[in-house]
């Protein structure tokens, strides 16, 4: 960009912090992304295979830099190191300007060839460290073509031509050679520079080397980032426009974090999903698809004082390094910025990533994103299976993942090419369009099912076959091969499969009916299997059914599900699984008799609240009303023998009334208690807290109760019971509230009227 000074070089600073953040975490994507450690079990039918990329980071160091712009700068570098695929990549990382005298020169190489395995991507993050800003008299020009020039040796020399070599150009100004004696006369420095420019990058289109240019600040000139990005070599990685090699342009820090992660997801086939940002303590949310195989969860923390914590879909903690359960761990980058955790074979849906940290260090936002990689298989079916020829044929194409599961949210593969073809003998080669648009012959829109329609021509005969590629960045490319065959003539059996998609539970068992019809004069035996699914996760029952001569009817057809334990911890919440049950005709060659897509939605199988809710409700509300009967049932009792209210007679073996006394509330028990007090010279009855020699209570059938040292006896209205040889106890008028009033003949109470009604001059004082 030529000399800068003053206001400009402030300008400049602030695009490179901006730079910076988006290369923080460079080195944290490559590296996690590649498989763990050694000790990583395989978790599927086959250990996924992540395929190398060999790539350059160029770093513009033309303008003066800050601490933190160096700083952020670093992080950056570091950020794309880490996020290949594979151990087996490589990657190069070096700064330039521009070589403005003798003794200066426009390349500095910082980070030589690494291997990006374990070792190696310990090794990013100090070699990254030498990236340095330019002083005024170091050279702070934009040598274009020197930085291509060295990102073209760098990925030729010595590598294998098969992997895809990507040359990342981070820069924030344009070409300016003018300070540069090696373009020749000064007046014409300029165009000697555009000359070079386009001569380097058609030396990069011949040896394969993408350009991806990220330009910073207020004002990089576009026109050239996209003139470079189509100079250089315009196959990607998979034959989609998404991996052609395009510039970008960042306005600010705000996007420089997930534009860096898109390009560089772009140009590695990867997949990429921005997450939630939220200063810690904090707790976001990241999904994973059910098509990855392997995939980097990359935190930037902002602070290297914060601590990740990664929990998966099952709120499971997991670790940073080794395995749990059937994933692999490998943690890169976690005593810096940014940091990433590599996952092989990651169980799908949403993760969770905790950020913690001490007063002090809360202040900046943690963001989490998310770059995968996975495959996508396709299940493919035609409709006849064994057309005749010039009858129009039905081909479907039905995603799924590598273990036979179904794909519905169609996020999973967006972008998603299909190219299909019919080729045999007789025919020249037809292309099936097939499509997910809900236009017949396809069903419904974004359901994973891709449909066409073929006419078998005229002249084809024996064998034919469809053929369909599945193309997707991210997503390993899939093509299934079908063979079916021309039928000379209507067959002499056909067998008509129906199987109802269902909702089930591990161990369950799905019927379906097979109509079978036998026009021939021999018997024919059939075969059925289960396709397109991982093994042992479905079977199928009768394996086989044998046709007699003329025989038709209709055969039961089972579906067994496979116990919880074959799923394992994919099983979750639950899952659709999808196959194929094909029958063919062992009799007449094996020749396809039916193909029936079978759609499951596997869920756990319910716990005992969950089958039986129903009879815990019935029985809490039997309890409730138990325990308010037994409550009703013991006050009902209490209120029964109250003692409150009865009305107690001392009287004479004479009859005659002594003192009247009223029972006042009874212990816990309902006894009242009371004695006698001046027996011989006045007597009276007197209550007792506690140890009374006398007690009484209410007798539910009527009347009451009276306890002696001697036992009980029941009182009556109107009878008496001795207390001692010359004193009686007798029952009077009943009080209660709400009970029976009982009356009985006596004398007249004597005595002048005390408040209790008593025969006595002391009256009553309880």
Known sequence: ??????????????????????????????????????????VADAVPAFPAVNYAVAVDESASLTPDDMKA?????????????????????????????????????????????????????????????????????????????????????????????????????KLDVTGSPAYGDPAHRTAEGERQLKQELANAAAHGVQVWPLGFGADPDKQQLDRMAAGGFQKGCVALPSAAPKAHKVSGSRDIGSTLEEIFAAAHCLRHEQGPSKRPPATLDIGIS????????????GDPAVKITYYDPRGNKVPTHGTYEKSGFELAGGSGTVEALKVVDPLPGTWKVKAEAPEGHRSLPVAVSVLWQGELRGALTADPPSPQAGEKVTVTMRLQTREGYEIKDPRDYAG????????????????????????????????????????????????????????????????????????????????????????????????????????????HTLHLSVADVRSGLLSVSPATVTLAPGESGTRKVSIEVAPAGVFGDRLGDGLSLAATVEVTDATDGNRALAASPLSLRVTPEPGIWDQYWWAFVIAAVVLVLLVLAAVAWSRLRRRRRDPYGLRLHLVSEDGDLLYEHKAGRGNKKQWYEFAIAEAHRNPRLEKRNHGGPYAVRRNPEGGAVLRRQDGRTPLRAGSRVALTERLYL?????????????????????GDGGTGGTGSAYGDYL
Request: proline share 7%.
């Open 1 to 42: 960009m030529g000399r800068v000074t003053g206001r400009r070089q402030t300008g400049r600073g602030r695009a490179r912090r901006a730079a910076v953040s988006a290369l923080g975490g460079a080195a944290v994507l490559v590296s996690l992304l590649a498989p763990a450690g050694r000790g990583t079990a395989p």
């Open 73 to 173: 700068e670093k992080a950056a570098a570091a950020r794309i190191a880490l996020g290949d695929v594979s151990s087996d990549s490589h990657v190069t990382v070096y700064g330039f300007a521009a070589a403005e005298s003798a003794d200066q020169r426009a390349v500095d190489p910082v980070c030589p060839r690494t291997a990006l395995d374990a070792a190696g991507r310990e090794t990013i993050d100090t070699c990254v460290g030498r990236l340095r800003g330019r002083k005024k008299d170091e050279g702070t020009g934009t040598d274009f073509p020197s930085a291509i020039r060295q990102g073209v040796h760098d990925l030729t020399d010595g590598t294998d031509s098969s992997q895809p070599r990507v040359l990342f150009l981070l820069t924030d100004g």
């Open 290 to 301: 059910p098509l990855a195989t392997v995939g980097s969860i990359v935190v930037d923390k």
């Open 416 to 523: 998603l090419r299909v190219a299909g073809r019919l080729t045999g003998a007789g025919l020249t080669p037809q292309t099936v369009n097939l499509t997910d648009d809900g236009t017949r012959p396809d069903r419904t829109a974004g359901d994973g099912f891709f449909a066409g329609t073929v006419q078998v021509p005229g002249s084809a005969r024996g064998t034919l076959k469809v053929s369909a590629t599945l193309t997707a960045s991210g997503l390993k490319a899939d093509t299934r091969d079908l063979g079916i065959d021309v039928a000379p003539g209507p067959p002499p059996v056909t067998a008509p499969l129906d199987l109802p998609a269902a909702d089930v539970h591990p161990g369950a068992t799905v019927t379906g009916t097979l109509d079978v019809h036998n026009s021939s004069t021999t018997a």
């Open 730 to 750: 007798q029952l009077g008028e009943d009080t209660h509230p709400g009970g029976t009033q009982h009356r009985h003949t006596t004398a007249p109470t004597p």
